[in-house]
């Protein structure tokens, strides 16, 4: 059964840190994995998603990466905002390609 | 290109009613999944579906709850004589009509509130 595993659970940063969240999945057989942000109260939106042959992916000040052979994934914040507050979703796509695993998020405070 | 469109946003019930909740997919999308946030939980899977179809409904609940995505208007969870277990945020996502899974788009969710 895939299990994804998200640390840290919360962390707390200055304004202007780089950091890294990571994720962990124990079922290398993924079709792909998706990051997602998700405000209080609010839905997710997509940030990246990387492809099951795929080693990364960037979009602005956000990078995410993807080992798959040893079950791991990083996203990489750069020069952070407190506008990145948000909790930080990690999600595998099954094989079949039918559901999304989700892990349980990082919760990120950015102050100014 | 309106995204994907949940209502209500918020729904109270009491022990025992009905709850039906209302996805419609991105234009152009005809797959759709739901899934459920507990409290202090992660989002769990319920069910997959493409029109007229249950793909995948391994995460739903034997009883009480049930999912369709009929030809025409939006996919609808429903679940029966609800208990204050099932109170908890309910999110639809869709993908593009395509071969292949691709990039998952969700909705604001509706808040279940079981009372």
């Known amino acids: 059964k895939q299990e994804v595993t998200q640390i840290p659970a919360a962390l707390s940063v200055p304004e202007g840190e780089n950091l890294v969240l990571n994720c962990s999945f124990t079922?290398?057989?993924?079709?792909?994995l998706q990051w997602f942000r998700q405000d209080p109260g609010k839905g997710l939106t997509s940030l990246l998603l990387?492809?099951?042959?795929?080693r990364e992916q960037t979009s602005g000040r956000l990078n995410a990466s993807l080992d798959k052979s040893s079950g791991r994934s990083t996203l990489y914040i750069a020069a952070s905002q407190p506008g990145d507050s948000a909790t930080y979703l990690c999600?595998?796509?099954?094989?079949?390609?039918?559901?999304?695993?989700f892990g349980k998020g990082t919760t990120l405070s950015v102050s100014s | 290109n309106a995204g994907v469109m949940q209502n209500p946003r918020h729904l109270v019930r009491r022990r025992g009613q009905e709850a039906r909740l209302r996805c419609s997919p991105m234009?152009?999308?005809?797959?759709v999944y739901w899934y459920r946030q507990l409290p202090e939980e992660g989002l769990k899977f319920m069910v997959y579906?493409?029109?007229?179809?249950?793909?995948?409904e391994s995460g739903m609940p034997k009883e009480r709850f049930s999912a369709e995505f009929p030809k025409e208007g939006p996919s609808i969870l429903r679940i029966q004589q609800v208990v204050r277990g099932d109170s908890a945020a309910y999110f639809c996502?869709?993908?593009?009509?395509?071969?292949?899974?691709?990039?998952?788009?969700f909705g604001q969710g509706t808040r279940l509130t079981v009372v």
């Open positions: 996502a869709s993908s593009p009509s395509v071969r292949g899974p691709t990039e998952a788009f």
């Open positions: 079922d290398s057989a993924i079709y792909n």
């Open positions: 990387i492809q099951s042959s795929q």
């Open positions: 999600a595998v796509l099954n094989q079949a390609g039918t559901a999304l695993i």
């Open positions: 234009k152009g999308h005809s797959h």
């Open positions: 579906l493409q029109k007229e179809n249950i793909i995948d």
